[in-house]
C-alpha cells in the first residue's frame, strides 16, 4: 500500500533523484522538448512546473530559489530570460507529457516532456498564420446556375438574329 506516499523514488536514494530530476529540468530549459521514460517525465513535471511559476517573478530571491535547485547557471539565466516572457501570461500547466510507446531494448514506457509554449505546432502565433480556410461547396442554388445560362443562351439568340 502506498498509503502518504506522495513521491516516485524511481529505484533511487533522494541525493541521486534529486541530481536526476535537477539535470532532466536543465536539459527540459535547454532543449524545451526532451524524450525520458514515463515515470521520470511525470515526476520531471512535479519538479520543473514551480520553477518555472518561480521564474514569473523577476526577483533576486526568486532567482536564487531556482538557482539553488538546478545548480546551473546558464540553465538559471534561460529559464528567467527565455521560457518566463513567454509562460507569463498562462496561469499553470506548463508542460506537456506526450505518450510514445515502448523502448525497445527492456520495453519501458517512454514519453516526450516539452515545454507547452515553445511548440510551433500548437501555439497561436503560429496557428493563426495557417488557420483553415472555411469550406466552399461547388453547389449553388437552382436559380442562380439557370440565370446565367439564360443570359449566356439570350446573348447567342440575339447574335444569331443581327445576323
Partial sequence: ????????????????????????????????????????????????EPLITKSKED???????????????????????????AVASRPGGYVRIIKLGNRLGDAAEMAMIELVDFNTTYTKERSAGTAKKTRRTRRTSTAKAAEPKDEAKSEVDEEAKGE
Avoid: W
Fill in 59 to 85: 526577483t533576486t530571491h526568486s532567482r536564487r530559489v531556482v538557482f539553488s535547485e538546478l545548480q546551473n547557471k546558464e540553465a538559471t539565466a534561460a529559464l528567467f530570460r527565455d521560457v518566463a516572457p
Fill in 1 to 48: 500500500m502506498r498509503h502518504g506516499n506522495k513521491n516516485n523514488a524511481l529505484g533511487r536514494k533522494k541525493a541521486h533523484r534529486d541530481a536526476l530530476l535537477s539535470n532532466l529540468a536543465i536539459s527540459l530549459i535547454d532543449h524545451k522538448r526532451i524524450e525520458t521514460t514515463l515515470a521520470k517525465a511525470k515526476a520531471l513535471r512535479r519538479y520543473v
